[in-house]
């Protein structure tokens, strides 16, 4: 092509900083999740991790902050604490970040098993022992421990301790 009026200009490369930033703008991310997707975009691995410690040093990216925000994620969509925990030690965060985060979760995880029962069988809960069962499963696979499962299929309506 001309270098006519018609032409098109070049955009600069966005700075390994900006790219990281974009990601930020989306949604909360790890140090290590932040690394992994800027070299995958083809960043070299030391200027990846010199813009997300910068990031990191400005406020922008804060594992605490972002394991906080995946606990109440993910308990919203159902999962339990065991699930959660995992997934947390999944993205780099050491115990310490990751305990504190678990801490900062208000809900009730016994609650979060009841709803999930609930959304899946009816208000009425598991009717019969297969699907007491079936809750139970689901419930394990999503990382309740026994205890909760226990007070979650048991559940009556009319009784307020379960």
Not at 22 to 42: D, F, M, P, V, Y
Not at 67 to 77: I, P, Q
């Amino acid at each position: 092509m001309s270098d006519g009026p018609r032409a098109r200009r070049q955009r600069p490369q966005p700075t390994a900083t900006q790219r990281a930033l974009g990601l930020l703008t989306r949604r909360e991310h790890s140090r290590r999740e932040l690394t992994r997707k800027l070299t995958a975009r083809g960043v070299e691995a030391g200027e990846a991790e010199a813009a997300v410690a910068r990031l990191a040093g400005e406020g922008w990216q804060d594992d605490a902050r972002f394991a906080e925000s995946l606990v109440r994620s993910r308990a919203d969509s159902g999962y339990g604490p065991l699930h959660v925990r995992a997934e947390l030690g999944t993205h780099g965060l050491d115990r310490d970040t990751i305990a504190a985060a678990m801490d900062t979760f208000e809900g009730d995880w016994t609650e979060v098993a009841r709803d999930l029962v609930r959304r899946r069988f009816g208000e009425s809960g598991p009717r019969d022992l297969a699907q007491r069962r079936k809750a139970a499963d689901l419930l394990m696979r999503r990382g309740f421990d026994g205890d909760r499962i226990r007070a979650a299929t048991r559940f009556d309506p009319d009784d307020p301790e379960g």
